[in-house]
């Protein structure tokens, strides 16, 4: 006679439906734990460090809506109070027009402006770069000069090609 495995109950047995209804619950458990511990450091980082920047588009119409506030409330004290009011009416006049023209392009190409954004990054770091290398060689020669005892040749041209 063969050995057989015990005849098992089948109320002992857990259908396969539970186990992947187990499996997932686990899984959404985890989903919904880590989008918790996502949204509390978020939340943390924004009480430690304020409110993060947003696209450039939305900081260029922040820009925008500052100055014209700016400009709209400034007091001309060169053109006295009888031209004053006549003054302050033509400058809000041309801060919306302003606004009406801007506003437009941010509209219809709000990536041209994360794009500037990150090429302005660039160029400022190949700027630091290139004064860097610079701040080097001038370093490096006046310690030579130093251990030579010699005296400053004077004025070095700088290639900026």
């Known amino acids: 006679?063969?050995?057989?495995?015990?005849?098992?109950?089948?109320?002992?047995?857990e259908p396969a439906d539970a186990v992947d209804?187990?499996?997932?619950?686990?899984?959404d458990a985890w989903a919904t734990a880590v989008a918790e511990d996502l949204a509390a450091e978020k939340a943390r980082r924004r009480t430690q460090y304020g409110q993060p920047p947003g696209s450039a588009a939305e900081e260029l119409r922040k820009l925008v809506d500052n100055?014209?506030?700016?400009l709209s409330g400034l007091q001309s004290p060169l053109l006295g109070g009888i031209a004053g009011p006549a003054a302050q009416q033509m400058v809000k006049q041309v801060v919306q027009q302003a606004k009406a023209a801007v506003e437009p392009v941010i509209e219809r190409n709000p990536d041209v402006f994360d794009h500037l954004a990150a090429a302005g990054g660039e160029l400022l770091a190949a700027y630091r770069s290139a004064v860097q290398a610079q701040e080097q060689r001038w370093s490096r020669r006046d310690d030579t000069l130093r251990d030579k005892g010699d005296e400053d040749p004077g004025p070095e041209r700088i290639d900026l090609d």
């Open 1 to 13: 006679m063969s050995e057989e495995l015990p005849p098992s109950d089948a109320a002992d047995r």
């Open 67 to 70: 100055v014209a506030e700016k």
């Open 21 to 27: 209804e187990v499996r997932a619950t686990d899984a």
